[in-house]
């Protein structure tokens, strides 16, 4: 090879005799050439060795060149995409080219050894091979390469191929300035773009010095592929370099989106490619910064949203606007510099001063393009100022150790987007010192969790804003300060799941070394993933060659049967007849068969243990029906699982399909995401709509195999919305149950059956100290003092979100106020839901059967299952870690019960009869002790107990908390008026004149017009004053929510309990009315100044008008001087 190469140089050499001069220049090239061939011997051997592909118009031609030929100056557009620049930008600009070297250039590129390059390419493309395109770095910072090519008469263009170092590495060589701006296009990063369209956006008039970028992802991606192609292998040193230049190209694509205010390609850089937005250029600008300086709102959201951020240098302004200015002024005086040039050039008519007025003219767009990019960065940093106050800012409680602060951009930005928010919080109200501070970057969403505070201190928050002028001015939270809480303060409890994990992991521990020797071991930890899925279809395979196909059943007789159900979108797994995969469980099942219903509901959750439930079943030789059952139903479902060739057969539906023939289907629902995981030759994948035509047309009678296909895609729907949980916040939740044979059903909506009807009440989930005690004082008639704006707003919100909830549930106005709120605790179902349950009346609890039930509960969108059931879906749906664990143990405890049991029967000796008792005893206590566990996580049974407790009578009326009563400190702003105001303006009818001084308080029970309308018939709502002495502050009155059917004897009644509570939470020493008492008592109604007695069957809210601005009192019927000292009494 070098000897061809040797005598291919010295025919070169023989044809370039004609001049002296060139016959030296040729022999130094022969001398150079012979110390890089020495040294470069390996790498010819593999450019000989392989194929070159090389595009017309490149460095060298493909066909032999004439004498004279001058091959044309290398441009970037000639070179492969992999060659060009990885380097965003460049700070020294490109010398000129002088005369001189371009006439030693043109000299020498006569040389024969371009001719040499060119045959060994040809020799690669005879064998039909590619060489692939390697990453070449272009640099301008020195001339050096340049310079000694030029010493020794070699063109540029066979440096980059010659001079490689140890990992293939071209030398840099110099690009055409006009060349890079072309191939900047920006189009073909859009997908579904041609290559060859002109790019309709404008080009990035890019210079050499800082501004030169590399190619397009589209173009970059095709030379990409195409060294893959070559199938060579590649070294690992290789593969980096390749991603570093694919990462660096899709970076400058960026910033060029950026520059170009392109928002499309911009989506499309950062969603295609996981780039460091944080990287700056060689002008240490960020792409934040650029599109903060350049004011583009869209475009800094966006990236702001991907988690960029500014040049950490830049933070302080005199720093930016210093380095824009020194930008500015080496702009404007490279302009300078490229105009002289092309004005003192454009005399000169040959072709050397040509191609540079060209390239100086290139070159002077690209810095005016530049020029005038920085002076608009300049501009909008200049005319920028601090943003405003954020808006909205709102402070929560989050929990007892945590504050919760979210906020809004602020109104106006002033010229430059917000970048950052900086959350400050301290004890004290001028904020010195401060306790802390955060930065918040993330602004998808405007929220921090201010953790690590002390509990029952009180903490103010603040909030401002910053853009690349600083920070804005702070707003402080709404309220000003919180105070973290939780409503457990209030007595010092733990959540629920506080150490069940734990616990349940140390029961585990005790009942895998109490097994006895003999049996199977119990693995330590449940394996997440199915078993080697290879492995079993190979064997598979093998006994297909000798086995038939598995037995489905298609035609079904009364029996226990086990179906599965698996779907992948529209299409779901059927046998070859198109029948769902079905297999026979047992002929005769036990008559309690929900039990073993419930059973293997929890076998469902670990379905790794199959194996060990069905080992441990087995070893008894006469085994109980139950234990018979159990052991064929796992059998079957092991069966599935060979057949499927996975171990997760999914989740088993909530009730088994029941027909009239005594068919049982027990439902096996799970979805796939590949369907290529499942390969078996008796099954295939059909649509839904196909397997639902092979129900038979029977109306009368359907059976059970007919019900499942109707109810097919019910129970896909069902297995997808099971699984949702509820989305951050408080929520309030209806409970309503109905008992039948046998168990107890609760409603739950359609389409969120892990859950109970409910309706948000907001966003925070925590209920703080502040809010509960507000809530037990309305069950208590303890309001003692006013009420805070957070206890407001809480009463607000929950009297809102109840109002929707029955409406949703269809319950009427007249039996709203009949329902209450749950003060026994609020139910938290993860760390960040939680909930607060609405309980109707106390004998509507659980509606037995029989009884005329409402209307929402035959809905359908609202369903009933067994209370088991409901909890093994919601504990799956939100405590999943905890009902696995309890799941396994419980179903292995339960097998190991049921073996005790049989050896216990079983057992003749003394020692055999100990033994087993002994084993029984073991296995009860940690069925007590898991079953304690357990009744420790179920909430729903304890609140059923308090809603149907008669003695407690637990519950908050939502008539207290639709108008709850004043307390003593704000009584007095709900005066109509003093004894003085009225008697300067007797002739004001609308206010009542004071009854005598006798009558305790009576002057002070006035209400004003204005406040009168709360007893208007839209509301429901009347306020009663008590004309008699209770012992309370003057003005004590009571709200009632009352309907078009309460009576008179009804009002008076409970305005004398709940006045008799009043006292009693008060300490006070008068006497309080029994029920009994009531009967002495009567409600008046002063209209038009005349007072009417009304009879105890009478309902007010039937009154007409003017009672509109009328008023009640309660009164003793034996009373000698009534509420008015004027006016008859007429009974009405």
């Not at 909830?805 to 009427?812: N, S």
Request: glycine share 6%; with cysteine; charged share 25%.
């Amino acid at each position: 090879m070098r000897s061809g190469n040797n005598n291919k140089g010295e025919t070169t050499s023989n044809r370039g005799s004609r001049s002296p001069r060139l016959r030296g220049a040729h022999e130094r090239w022969l001398i150079a050439l012979k110390k890089v061939l020495g040294k470069n011997r390996r790498l010819l051997q593999e450019v000989s060795d392989t194929n070159l592909s090389v595009t017309t118009g490149a460095a060298w031609r493909l066909e032999d060149e004439e004498e004279g030929y001058l091959p044309p100056t290398p441009s970037l557009e000639d070179t492969p995409f992999s060659q060009t620049s990885s380097q965003l930008y460049y700070p020294v600009p490109p010398r000129p080219t002088t005369p001189d070297t371009e006439r030693v250039r043109t000299s020498a590129s006569n040389g024969g050894l371009a001719k040499l390059a060119r045959r060994l390419s040809q020799r690669g493309e005879r064998r039909g091979e590619k060489l692939p395109c390697r990453q070449r770095s272009v640099s301008v910072d020195s001339d050096y390469e340049s310079d000694v090519a030029s010493a020794n008469g070699i063109p540029d263009r066979l440096w980059s191929m010659l001079l490689v170092d140890d990992h293939h590495a071209a030398m840099p060589r110099k690009p055409s300035t006009g060349d890079v701006r072309k191939a900047h296009s920006m189009e073909s990063l859009v997908p579904g773009d041609d290559r060859s369209k002109s790019s309709s956006i404008p080009p990035s008039p890019l210079a050499p010095n800082k501004l030169q970028r590399s190619l397009s992802g589209k173009k970059r991606g095709a030379s990409m592929n195409e060294v893959d192609s070559t199938g060579l292998g590649g070294s690992s040193v290789k593969d980096k370099g390749r991603r570093n230049s694919k990462y660096i190209s899709d970076l400058q694509a960026l910033f060029e989106a950026v520059e170009h205010q392109d928002l499309d390609v911009a989506k499309y850089c950062l969603e295609a490619n996981g780039l460091d937005l944080n990287q700056p250029n060689p002008d240490e600008f960020t792409v934040l910064d650029i599109a903060v300086m350049t004011n583009n709102m869209p475009m800094s959201r966006l990236l702001l949203s991907h988690g960029a951020r500014e040049n950490p240098r830049f933070l302080l302004k005199d720093v930016r606007l210093n380095k824009l200015n020194t930008l500015i002024n080496e702009a404007e005086q490279v302009i300078q510099d490229l105009t002289t040039r092309v004005v003192n050039g454009s005399g000169n008519n040959n072709a050397t001063s040509s191609s540079s007025i060209k390239d100086a003219d290139r070159q002077l767009v690209d810095w005016e393009w530049r020029y005038r990019l920085l002076k608009r960065m300049k501009t909008g940093f200049e005319q920028a100022r601090v943003p405003d106050i954020p808006a909205l800012v709102r402070l929560y409680t989050a929990s007892s150790s945590s504050l919760l602060a979210t906020f809004d951009e602020p109104l106006n930005m002033n010229g430059a987007t917000a970048t950052r928010f900086k959350i400050e919080w301290s004890q004290n109200e001028d904020f010195c010192p401060l306790a802390g501070e955060h930065i918040l970057y993330h602004f998808s969403n405007l929220k921090y969790t201010i953790q690590g505070l002390t509990q029952g201190a009180k903490y103010y928050v603040r909030v401002s804003a910053f853009n690349m002028k600083g920070f804005g001015p702070t707003q402080t939270s709404n309220p000003s300060f919180a105070v973290p809480s939780c409503w457990r303060d209030v007595d010092g409890s733990k959540p629920r799941s506080w150490g069940r994990l734990s616990m349940i992991d140390e029961l585990f521990q005790q009942v895998r070394d109490g097994r006895p020797a003999d049996s199977v071991e119990i693995k330590s930890t449940s394996p997440r993933a199915s078993p080697n899925q290879m492995r079993k279809t190979v064997r598979k395979s093998l006994k297909n060659l000798f086995q038939s196909a598995p037995k489905f059943q298609k035609h079904l007789r009364r029996g226990v049967y086990l179906a599965s159900v698996i779907y992948n979108d529209d299409k779901v797994l059927v046998t070859t007849e198109d029948y769902l995969p079905i297999i026979e469980v047992d002929e005769n099942f036990p008559s309690n068969v929900q039990q073993d219903f419930l059973w293997f509901m929890k076998v469902a959750q670990t379905w790794e243990d199959v194996d060990l439930l069905r080992t441990d079943l087995t070893q008894s030789t006469a085994a109980s029906p139950v234990v018979h059952f159990r052991g064929r139903l796992l059998q079957a479902a092991a069966q599935l699982q060979s057949i499927m060739g996975m171990q997760d057969l999914g989740k088993l539906y909530y009730e088994p399909v029941k027909d009239s023939q005594g068919i049982v289907i027990f439902t096996l629902i799970n979805c796939v995401k590949d369907p290529r995981t499942i390969n078996n030759a008796a099954l295939k994948w059909v649509s839904m709509t196909r397997v639902q035509k092979r129900k038979s047309m029977s109306v009368e009678c359907p059976v059970a195999a007919d019900l499942l296909l109707t109810s097919l895609p019910e129970k896909i729907i069902h297995h997808q919305v099971s699984s949702l949980p509820l989305t951050r916040g408080l929520y309030v939740g209806y409970l309503k149950l109905r008992s039948s044979l046998g168990n107890i059903r609760i409603q739950v909506p359609e389409r969120h059956p892990s859950m109970l009807p409910h309706i948000k009440v907001r966003d925070n989930y925590n209920v703080s100290q502040e809010e509960w005690d507000w809530l037990h004082s309305l069950d208590k008639c303890e309001v003692k003092k006013k009420a805070t704006r957070v206890q407001e707003d809480f009463q607000r919100q929950l009297a809102s979100a109840t109002r929707k909830l029955l409406t949703r549930v269809g319950v009427t106005e007249e039996e709203a106020i009949t329902h209450r709120l749950c003060d026994l605790e609020v139910v938290e179902l993860s760390s960040e839901v939680s909930f607060i349950l609405l309980l109707p009346p106390l004998g509507s609890v659980c509606i037995g059967p029989g009884t005329p039930s409402d209307d929402w509960i035959t809905s359908r969108d609202f369903t009933s299952i067994s209370v088991p059931v409901f909890e093994m879906i919601h504990m799956s749906t939100y405590h999943g870690d905890f009902i696995r664990r309890y799941a396994r143990l419980s179903s292995i405890l339960d097998t190991e019960s049921l073996i005790t049991q049989q050896q216990l029967r079983e057992a003749f000796s003394n020692d055999e009869l100990n033994e087993a008792k002994r084993r029984q005893t073991q296995v009860e206590e940690f069925q007590k002790s898991l079953d304690m566990m357990w009744r420790g996580m179920r909430w729903i049974m304890d609140i059923l107990q308090y809603a149907r407790d008669k003695q407690i009578k637990g519950g908050v009326p939502l008539s207290v908390l639709y108008a709850p009563p004043p307390s003593p400190v704000d009584a007095s702003e709900d005066i109509l008026a003093s004894f003085t105001e009225c008697m300067k303006d007797p002739q004001n009818h609308s206010l009542l004149p004071p009854p005598p001084c006798s009558s305790i308080g009576c002057q002070t029970m006035l209400l004003p017009v204005e406040r009168a309308a709360d007893n208007t018939l839209k509301s429901g709502i009347l306020r009663v004053f008590p004309a008699y002495n209770s012992g309370l502050a003057k003005g004590t009155s009571v709200k009632l929510h009352v309907t078009s059917k309460t009576s008179c004897e009804d009002i008076v009644s409970l305005v004398v309990q709940q006045l008799n509570k009043a006292m009693e939470s008060s300490g006070m020493e008068t006497p309080a009315f029994s029920p009994e008492d009531c009967a002495h008592f009567c409600l008046v109604a002063i209209i038009a100044n005349k007072e009417y007695t009304l009879q105890e069957d009478f309902c007010p809210l039937q009154l007409q008008n003017p009672w509109t601005k009328g008023q009640l009192f309660v009164r003793p019927k034996d009373s000698e001087r009534a509420v008015l000292n004027v006016g008859p009494s007429t009974a009405v």
